[in-house]
């Protein structure tokens, strides 16, 4: 189940399982992929916040469900189901930030890098147990967690499957910031206000070129020269100039 809440230019994605620590089975991959095609659609959004109900994000993949999956052609749709969920959500033209209240665990943990942002409670544990299952990413997850954390952070995370808290993962560039118990929402829907205070076009083009960087470092010097030139050239940027020598806001932010 997917809860989906509208809170002004922000939209809230809330993974609602508690009964299995917020697994996500295919219908619930669905019904996500669904939502953030539907982001993409509106206009009006600045910013996506995905969560967890209660005290976890997402424990991993629902293995109720996936232990029937067992041919080589059922794996490679799952896979292909949660790597296109990623890839959706990286092409929106708006930040996703995960707002993780608990675990994030084998899948879960791919999702929470799959999103732009990521804010960690106190109690937030983290682990890739994707070795202990016998098995290894499937949605992107090793390439994000190498760019967030380095190779051979990477490589132990990945090879061990070592469980950490949100301290270290604090530490290591796993989630951007920490929170207490409770809060994780409350910070994002914060960070959503302020990323909603830039132009829209720009903020789609910063994330767009951050994408590339990591993807494609080849390409990126003349992407970013180019989106330089779409921005500097935008209504936007100029009134955001009139409105530094006017003292006033400029007109795209928003209270």
């Known amino acids: ?7 002004g230019s922000t ?15 295919r219908a619930t991959l669905r019904l996500l992929s669904d939502a953030i095609d539907e982001a993409g659609r509106d206009e009006t959004l600045r910013a996506a916040i995905l969560t967890g109900e209660g005290d976890a994000f997402c424990s ?6 996936l232990r029937g999956v067992t041919t080589r052609e059922g794996a490679d749709q799952l896979g292909q189901l949660g790597e296109d969920l990623c890839a959706r959500m990286a092409g929106l033209p708006i930040p996703v930030i995960a707002a993780i209240p608990g675990v994030a665990f084998g899948g879960g943990a791919e ?48 090879f061990t499957g070592q469980e950490i808290g949100a301290e270290e993962a604090g530490r290591i560039g796993l989630v951007d910031a920490v929170c207490d118990n409770g809060t994780s929402v409350a910070m994002a829907f914060a960070w959503a206000r302020d990323i909603a205070q830039g132009a829209r076009p720009a903020v789609a083009g910063m994330k767009a070129l951050l994408h590339t960087a990591r993807m494609n470092p080849a390409a990126f010097r003349d992407e970013e020269r180019s989106r330089l030139v779409a921005t ?8 955001a100039v009139e409105a ?6 400029p007109k795209f932010s928003v209270p």
């Open 232 to 239: 500097w050239t935008s209504p936007e940027h100029t009134d």
């Open 111 to 158: 999702l929470a890098l799959g999103c732009d942002l990521r804010i960690a409670e106190q109690r937030a544990l983290f682990s890739f147990r994707q070795v202990r299952m016998a098995v290894t990413t499937a949605w992107g997850g090793a390439a994000r967690l190498q760019a967030a954390v380095g190779s051979s952070g990477a490589a132990r995370l990945l």
């Open 1 to 7: 189940m997917l809860k989906i809440e509208r809170h």
């Open 244 to 249: 530094y020598f006017e003292r006033r806001p």
């Open 11 to 25: 939209v809230l994605w809330t993974i609602a399982r508690p009964e299995s620590r917020n697994s996500v089975n």
């Open 60 to 65: 991993g993949g629902d293995l109720r469900e």
